[in-house]
């Protein structure tokens, strides 16, 4: 009985992870070029042989420089691109000392929707922020952990699990 018991609170369990793994709530951002903002392009801190280019909306970048929160509804847009390489498989740098744009990668998306959070437990609760990525193209990466997006994001509450938050502050 108790063995059964807990197999089926496992399942629960691990139905609600999966659930939040591969939740699709975030649609493609496809107009995001021609209708944001792109707050800041740089070399990546964490992954040293990508570039990143993020983009919001005017009304988020303004919410930020009022020091407020962004509103529900935001929606934030990272493209990923590989660095070139060399022959040997080494980043290459410009005379800028900067990493120089290959291959379009993905779309990586957070968007804010309210009582979005609530579902999540703390090491994965964002606010009220989630996660998706896509292809270029548009079509959704849906092998990726989202849960690894969650968990790498959460610590970040003191800048609404942001890291560029200052850079929309203009
Ligand atoms: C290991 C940590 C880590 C993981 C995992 C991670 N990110 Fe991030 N994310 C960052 C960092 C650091 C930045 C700031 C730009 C940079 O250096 O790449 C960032 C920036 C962003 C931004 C721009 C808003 C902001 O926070 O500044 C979005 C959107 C984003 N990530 C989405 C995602 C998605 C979607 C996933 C999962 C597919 C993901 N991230 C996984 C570390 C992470």
């Given at each position: 009985?108790?063995?059964?018991?807990?197999?089926?609170?496992?399942?629960?369990?691990?139905?609600?992870?999966?659930?939040?793994?591969?939740?699709?709530?975030?649609?493609?951002?496809?107009?995001?070029?021609?209708?944001?903002?792109?707050?800041?392009?740089?070399?990546?801190?964490?992954?040293?042989?990508?570039?990143?280019?993020?983009?919001?909306?005017?009304?988020?970048?303004?919410?930020?420089?009022?020091?407020?929160?962004?509103?529900?509804?935001?929606?934030?847009?990272?493209?990923?691109?590989?660095?070139?390489?060399?022959?040997?498989?080494?980043?290459?740098?410009?005379?800028?000392?900067?990493?120089?744009?290959?291959?379009?990668?993905?779309?990586?998306?957070?968007?804010?929707?309210?009582?979005?959070?609530?579902?999540?437990?703390?090491?994965?609760?964002?606010?009220?922020?989630?996660?998706?990525v896509f292809k270029?193209?548009?079509?959704r990466l849906v092998k990726k952990?989202?849960?690894?997006?969650?968990?790498?994001?959460?610590?970040?509450?003191?800048?609404?699990?942001?890291?560029?938050?200052?850079?929309?502050?203009?």
């Amino acid at each position: 009985m108790i063995k059964r018991l807990f197999a089926v609170v496992l399942a629960i369990g691990l139905g609600v992870t999966a659930a939040w793994a591969d939740s699709q709530r975030i649609p493609f951002p496809k107009d995001y070029r021609s209708k944001m903002v792109n707050y800041l392009s740089l070399d990546r801190t964490q992954n040293e042989d990508q570039i990143i280019r993020l983009f919001t909306t005017e009304e988020a970048l303004a919410a930020a420089k009022a020091g407020g929160e962004l509103p529900d509804g935001t929606v934030i847009v990272a493209e990923i691109y590989k660095a070139k390489k060399d022959k040997d498989g080494e980043v290459i740098e410009s005379a800028l000392g900067r990493r120089i744009r290959d291959k379009f990668a993905a779309v990586a998306v957070m968007q804010k929707g309210k009582g979005w959070g609530a579902e999540f437990d703390d090491a994965h609760r964002n606010g009220d922020w989630d996660f998706a990525v896509f292809k270029p193209t548009g079509e959704r990466l849906v092998k990726k952990d989202l849960n690894k997006c969650r968990a790498c994001h959460a610590p970040l509450a003191d800048t609404q699990h942001l890291f560029s938050l200052e850079h929309m502050k203009r």
